[in-house]
């Protein structure tokens, strides 16, 4: 197992984040990127069908094409929509499953590992309000019973992330606060619940620029928000969480899932069709 120096398992202790570039191999996001890609494809071609599109804008990289094609249609949600926020699919499964992020997760936590059931596929646009997240704990978000689980945290950017292009900026030891009062409607589109600047606890504001294949790590009572997007391209991005699989996650409604343990090897989730089946009985308990 590589993980984390004892140095920097300190480090992320102690300051309740980390910059942690190559940890993992950059090409292990190419079949997200794909799979991303797809989407967009099917997307447009029903788009283009329906005479909402003109140009499909097959060519333009990865990085631009999304902000082209939102800014050809009159209702651009519906495609965004198409690649944000929970996305359970083969290629980010294999993400949260990857054994380098693991190996991180254990050196913080130990062998016993929950991928944590809230994490996000971010596309921040360009010159967009609504993409740029306020000063906030991660547990801001969360029920409180999950105050006392030690989360582990990963920023990843799927572009290389820049301080011009919206990374993420921390407060260091801003760990130690306890769980602040959120409120709603903050942000300069407000649509995010955030922190007020009174609320703030001092400590240097630390901008986490990283590289593809590195991941900033924070903890979920860390406060940290992430900057306007003033480029010229999107600033992909996932951010998913990690906890011991004994204690409350704080999204009691939905599950996540095993995805290391040496106590139950057995209750292991192997696929991404078990994920999903594991999420779809959860909520039909839930209906029933
Ligand atoms: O990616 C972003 O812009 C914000 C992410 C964030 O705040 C989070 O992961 O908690």
Same mark, same amino acid.
């Given at each position: 197992?590589?993980? !984390?120096?004892?140095?920097?398992?300190?480090? +992320?202790?102690?300051?309740?984040?980390?910059? /942690?570039?190559?940890?993992?191999?950059?090409?292990? !996001?190419?079949?997200?990127?794909?799979?991303?890609?797809?989407?967009?494809?099917?997307?447009?071609?029903?788009?283009?069908?329906?005479?909402?599109?003109?140009?499909?804008?097959?060519?333009?990289? +990865?990085?631009?094409?999304?902000?082209?094609?939102?800014?050809?249609?009159?209702?651009?949600?519906?495609?965004?929509?198409?690649?944000?926020?929970?996305?359970?699919?083969?290629?980010? /499964?294999?993400?949260?499953?990857?054994?380098?992020?693991?190996?991180?997760?254990?050196?913080?936590?130990?062998?016993?590992?929950?991928?944590?059931?809230?994490?996000?596929?971010?596309?921040?646009?360009?010159?967009?309000?609504?993409?740029?997240?306020?000063?906030?704990?991660?547990?801001?978000?969360?029920?409180?019973?999950?105050?006392?689980? +030690?989360?582990?945290?990963?920023?990843?950017?799927?572009?290389?992330?820049?301080?011009?292009?919206?990374?993420?900026?921390?407060?260091?030891?801003?760990?130690?606060?306890?769980?602040?009062?959120?409120?709603?409607?903050?942000?300069?589109?407000?649509? +995010?619940?955030?922190?007020?600047?009174?609320? !703030?606890?001092?400590?240097?504001?630390?901008?986490?620029?990283?590289?593809?294949?590195?991941?900033?790590? !924070?903890?979920?009572?860390?406060?940290?928000?992430?900057?306007?997007?003033?480029?010229?391209?999107?600033?992909?991005?996932?951010?998913?969480?990690?906890?011991?699989?004994?204690?409350?996650?704080?999204?009691?409604?939905?599950?996540? /899932?095993?995805?290391?343990?040496?106590?139950?090897?057995?209750?292991?989730?192997?696929?991404?069709?078990?994920?999903?089946?594991?999420?779809?009985?959860?909520?039909?308990?839930?209906?029933?």
């Amino acid at each position: 197992m590589a993980g !984390l120096s004892s140095e920097q398992v300190s480090k +992320f202790r102690e300051e309740g984040f980390l910059l /942690f570039e190559d940890a993992f191999e950059a090409v292990a !996001l190419e079949p997200l990127r794909i799979e991303l890609t797809q989407r967009i494809d099917n997307w447009v071609e029903k788009g283009i069908a329906e005479g909402l599109l003109s140009d499909p804008l097959a060519d333009l990289p +990865f990085h631009q094409r999304l902000s082209a094609l939102a800014e050809q249609l009159e209702h651009p949600e519906p495609l965004l929509g198409q690649v944000h926020g929970k996305l359970r699919t083969a290629a980010m /499964f294999d993400i949260l499953t990857n054994p380098d992020l693991l190996d991180v997760v254990e050196s913080v936590i130990g062998p016993e590992i929950l991928a944590h059931p809230q994490f996000n596929l971010r596309a921040k646009l360009p010159h967009q309000d609504a993409g740029v997240v306020p000063w906030h704990q991660d547990l801001g978000y969360l029920e409180a019973d999950a105050e006392e689980t +030690f989360m582990v945290n990963f920023w990843i950017p799927l572009v290389d992330a820049t301080p011009e292009n919206g990374c993420m900026e921390v407060i260091a030891g801003s760990h130690r606060a306890p769980l602040i009062a959120h409120a709603a409607g903050m942000g300069p589109a407000g649509n +995010f619940k955030g922190l007020e600047d009174d609320q !703030l606890p001092s400590g240097e504001r630390a901008m986490c620029p990283v590289r593809q294949g590195g991941v900033v790590l !924070l903890q979920h009572k860390t406060i940290h928000r992430s900057v306007p997007n003033v480029s010229d391209h999107i600033r992909w991005s996932l951010d998913l969480r990690y906890s011991d699989p004994r204690l409350p996650t704080g999204r009691d409604e939905v599950p996540g /899932f095993i995805a290391r343990s040496a106590e139950t090897p057995e209750q292991v989730c192997r696929s991404v069709e078990q994920w999903q089946s594991i999420v779809e009985a959860s909520s039909t308990a839930a209906g029933a």
